[in-house]
């Protein structure tokens, strides 16, 4: 009986021995998650950080581009405002030509209508 009782007293040992080294073993990849853990933790705000970097790069460049896109329309409406202004000055050009032409002739018969007279 005294030979079972040590051998059960050893073997309890053995596994109180067992049970401390595992849960040291545990302890230690507990540490090592958590510190995997925390640098996740890390990399996910650095990468939240440069994604809201991103976000706010692209939310600027569509402004920029709706601005650019705006100052474009206005070009354009301005470009038209010309065109059609530069059109009707020729149109009003030919018509200061037209007169101009029929103000000569009618100085070229009035004198032939002096010389006429005249004569």
Do not use: C, P
Not at 48 to 67: A, C, F, I, S, Y
Not at 105 to 111: N, Q
């Amino acid at each position: 009986v005294e030979g079972e009782r040590d051998a059960v007293r050893a073997e309890l040992a053995a596994l109180a021995k067992e049970k401390d080294s595992m849960g040291d073993e545990i302890k230690r990849e507990k540490e090592a998650l958590q510190g995997g853990m925390e640098g996740v933790r890390k990399e996910i705000e650095e990468a939240n950080g440069e994604l809201t970097d991103l976000q706010d790069t692209v939310e600027r460049r569509r402004k920029e581009l709706e601005l650019y896109e705006s100052q474009l329309e206005e070009f354009a409406r301005r470009e038209a405002r010309l065109v059609s202004r530069e059109a009707e000055l020729l149109e009003r050009e030919k018509g200061v030509k037209s007169k101009e032409e029929d103000l000569k002739h009618r100085e070229e018969w009035l004198m032939q209508k002096e010389g006429q007279q005249r004569a």
